[in-house]
């Protein structure tokens, strides 16, 4: 639909690129787009469902199959400083 409007008014494809690529306005978009997508929400995504949920549980998941298999048992009463 869009490509028919641009070939009814007379432009080309390739003038109607060139236009929308180089407007100022358009890049000021496309790089708060990016900035928004990229580094806010992936970010956070990142800190908040990856580091504080998923990796915490797989760690301890795989800690205690480790400690399963070499037949550790930890005593939390106990807590050392020393190392």
Known sequence: ?????????????????????????HAMAEI????????VIITLLYQLLFKRWILPRWS????????????VIHNESVVSLDR
Not at 6 to 18: K, T
Not at 32 to 39: F, G, P, Y
Not at 60 to 71: M, Q, Y
């Open 60 to 71: 301890a998941r795989i800690h205690k199959e480790i400690d399963n298999e070499h037949g």
């Open 32 to 39: 708060a787009s990016s900035v928004v997508w990229d580094i």
């Open 1 to 25: 639909m869009i490509m028919e409007d641009i070939h009814e008014a007379g432009h080309s494809v390739w003038a109607e690129f060139w236009e929308v690529f180089t407007d100022p306005a």
